[in-house]
Protein backbone atom coordinates (compact mmCIF):
# COMPACT_ATOMS: atom_id res chain seq x y z
CA UNK A 1 0.00 0.00 0.00
CA UNK A 2 2.59 2.27 0.74
CA UNK A 3 5.86 2.86 -0.73
CA UNK A 4 7.70 5.07 1.32
CA UNK A 5 6.16 5.95 4.87
CA UNK A 6 8.06 7.78 7.89
CA UNK A 7 6.80 9.01 11.09
CA UNK A 8 9.93 11.33 12.89
CA UNK A 9 10.07 12.53 16.51
CA UNK A 10 12.56 14.81 17.44
CA UNK A 11 13.50 16.88 20.82
CA UNK A 12 16.29 18.68 20.74
CA UNK A 13 17.88 21.54 22.65
CA UNK A 14 20.62 23.77 22.69
CA UNK A 15 22.32 26.41 25.55
CA UNK A 16 21.85 29.73 22.70
CA UNK A 17 19.15 30.32 20.41
CA UNK A 18 19.80 29.67 16.75
CA UNK A 19 20.68 33.51 15.11
CA UNK A 20 17.48 32.27 13.00
CA UNK A 21 15.32 32.11 15.81
CA UNK A 22 16.41 35.28 17.41
CA UNK A 23 15.95 37.37 13.75
CA UNK A 24 11.93 37.94 14.35
CA UNK A 25 12.74 37.67 18.12
CA UNK A 26 16.26 39.48 19.52
CA UNK A 27 14.95 39.55 23.20
CA UNK A 28 15.85 35.74 23.39
CA UNK A 29 19.19 36.29 21.95
CA UNK A 30 21.75 33.62 24.13
CA UNK A 31 18.50 31.78 25.71
CA UNK A 32 18.39 28.01 26.44
CA UNK A 33 15.94 26.63 24.27
CA UNK A 34 13.97 22.98 23.20
CA UNK A 35 11.93 22.00 20.38
CA UNK A 36 9.92 19.22 20.00
CA UNK A 37 8.02 17.95 16.55
CA UNK A 38 6.54 14.96 14.89
CA UNK A 39 6.40 14.29 11.24
CA UNK A 40 4.90 12.21 8.70
CA UNK A 41 5.72 11.59 5.00
CA UNK A 42 3.54 8.91 3.46
CA UNK A 43 4.30 7.75 -0.67
CA UNK A 44 1.71 5.02 -1.37
CA UNK A 45 2.38 2.58 -4.35
CA UNK A 46 -0.37 3.33 -6.13
CA UNK A 47 -0.41 6.79 -8.25
CA UNK A 48 -4.21 7.01 -7.62
CA UNK A 49 -3.69 7.15 -4.10
CA UNK A 50 -2.03 10.89 -2.90
CA UNK A 51 0.79 11.51 -1.26
CA UNK A 52 0.62 13.54 1.81
CA UNK A 53 2.78 15.39 4.88
CA UNK A 54 1.61 16.48 8.39
CA UNK A 55 4.15 18.08 11.04
CA UNK A 56 3.35 19.09 14.43
CA UNK A 57 5.85 21.00 16.57
CA UNK A 58 6.91 23.54 19.20
CA UNK A 59 9.59 25.43 20.56
CA UNK A 60 10.65 26.86 23.76
CA UNK A 61 13.10 29.43 24.79
CA UNK A 62 14.00 30.06 28.53
CA UNK A 63 14.69 33.22 29.71
CA UNK A 64 16.98 33.81 32.23
CA UNK A 65 14.98 35.19 34.59
CA UNK A 66 12.64 31.80 34.37
CA UNK A 67 10.07 33.52 31.84
CA UNK A 68 9.36 30.30 28.90
CA UNK A 69 8.57 31.91 25.44
CA UNK A 70 6.53 29.59 23.53
CA UNK A 71 5.46 29.00 19.94
CA UNK A 72 3.47 26.58 17.53
CA UNK A 73 3.55 25.52 13.86
CA UNK A 74 2.60 22.65 11.67
CA UNK A 75 -0.10 21.95 9.91
CA UNK A 76 -1.30 19.42 6.86
CA UNK A 77 -1.33 19.21 2.87
CA UNK A 78 -2.31 16.27 0.05
CA UNK A 79 -0.08 16.39 -3.09
CA UNK A 80 -2.28 13.68 -5.56
CA UNK A 81 -0.87 12.31 -8.59
CA UNK A 82 -3.98 12.57 -10.34
CA UNK A 83 -6.80 14.63 -8.78
CA UNK A 84 -10.31 13.67 -7.64
CA UNK A 85 -12.27 16.48 -6.70
CA UNK A 86 -14.48 14.66 -3.90
CA UNK A 87 -10.69 13.54 -2.18
CA UNK A 88 -10.14 17.14 -1.81
CA UNK A 89 -13.17 18.00 -1.08
CA UNK A 90 -13.00 15.67 1.84
CA UNK A 91 -9.26 16.27 2.82
CA UNK A 92 -10.27 20.06 2.87
CA UNK A 93 -13.19 19.82 5.14
CA UNK A 94 -11.85 17.95 7.84
CA UNK A 95 -8.87 20.34 8.11
CA UNK A 96 -11.88 22.79 8.46
CA UNK A 97 -13.33 20.57 11.32
CA UNK A 98 -9.83 20.52 12.81
CA UNK A 99 -9.47 24.32 13.71
CA UNK A 100 -13.42 24.96 13.78
CA UNK A 101 -13.61 24.50 17.69
CA UNK A 102 -11.51 27.77 17.89
CA UNK A 103 -12.96 30.27 15.76
CA UNK A 104 -14.43 30.92 11.95
CA UNK A 105 -11.27 32.81 11.56
CA UNK A 106 -8.61 30.34 11.66
CA UNK A 107 -9.52 27.67 8.83
CA UNK A 108 -9.48 30.94 5.99
CA UNK A 109 -6.19 32.01 7.63
CA UNK A 110 -4.14 28.67 7.57
CA UNK A 111 -5.58 27.52 4.30
CA UNK A 112 -4.09 30.90 3.03
CA UNK A 113 -1.17 30.63 4.64
CA UNK A 114 -0.46 26.79 3.56
CA UNK A 115 -1.35 27.64 -0.50
CA UNK A 116 1.31 30.62 -0.27
CA UNK A 117 3.92 28.71 1.67
CA UNK A 118 3.86 25.57 -0.50
CA UNK A 119 3.62 27.23 -3.87
CA UNK A 120 6.56 26.36 -6.39
CA UNK A 121 7.77 29.83 -7.63
CA UNK A 122 10.42 28.40 -9.82
CA UNK A 123 7.56 26.05 -11.65
CA UNK A 124 4.84 28.69 -11.35
CA UNK A 125 2.66 26.06 -9.66
CA UNK A 126 1.39 24.22 -6.23
CA UNK A 127 2.43 21.43 -4.68
CA UNK A 128 -0.32 19.68 -4.70
CA UNK A 129 -4.05 21.00 -2.69
CA UNK A 130 -2.78 22.35 -0.68
CA UNK A 131 -4.43 22.01 3.20
CA UNK A 132 -3.04 24.29 6.60
CA UNK A 133 -0.44 25.72 7.60
CA UNK A 134 0.42 27.82 10.44
CA UNK A 135 3.94 29.05 12.18
CA UNK A 136 4.75 30.94 15.53
CA UNK A 137 1.46 30.50 17.30
CA UNK A 138 1.46 31.88 20.41
CA UNK A 139 -1.75 33.61 21.34
CA UNK A 140 -4.08 33.97 22.97
CA UNK A 141 -2.43 31.85 25.76
CA UNK A 142 -0.54 27.94 25.82
CA UNK A 143 -3.41 25.66 26.65
CA UNK A 144 -5.51 27.42 23.51
CA UNK A 145 -2.15 26.96 21.21
CA UNK A 146 -1.57 23.77 22.34
CA UNK A 147 -5.51 22.38 22.00
CA UNK A 148 -4.94 23.94 18.40
CA UNK A 149 -2.05 22.01 17.73
CA UNK A 150 -3.52 18.71 19.30
CA UNK A 151 -6.30 18.78 16.69
CA UNK A 152 -4.41 19.13 13.99
CA UNK A 153 -2.58 16.12 15.22
CA UNK A 154 -5.60 14.12 15.79
CA UNK A 155 -7.54 14.72 12.78
CA UNK A 156 -4.99 13.77 10.33
CA UNK A 157 -5.71 10.52 9.82
CA UNK A 158 -9.33 10.92 9.57
CA UNK A 159 -8.42 13.40 6.47
CA UNK A 160 -5.52 10.81 4.50
CA UNK A 161 -6.40 6.99 5.82
CA UNK A 162 -9.55 7.29 4.02
CA UNK A 163 -8.10 8.61 0.35
CA UNK A 164 -5.51 5.99 1.19
CA UNK A 165 -8.24 2.49 1.28
CA UNK A 166 -10.34 3.81 -1.40
CA UNK A 167 -7.45 4.21 -4.08
CA UNK A 168 -5.79 1.40 -2.52
Given at each position: ?????????????????????????????????????????????????????????????????????????????L???Y???????????????????????????????????F??????????I???????????????????????????????????????
Open positions: MLERDGVAFSHVQGDKMPASATAHRPELAGCSWEAMGVSLMRHPRNPYAPTSHANVRMFMAHKPDGEKVFWFGGGMGTPYGFEEDAVHFHQICKSSLAPFGDDLHPKYKKWCDEYYLKHRQEPRGGGIFFDDLSEPDFATCFAIQQSVGDHYLSAYAPLLEKHN
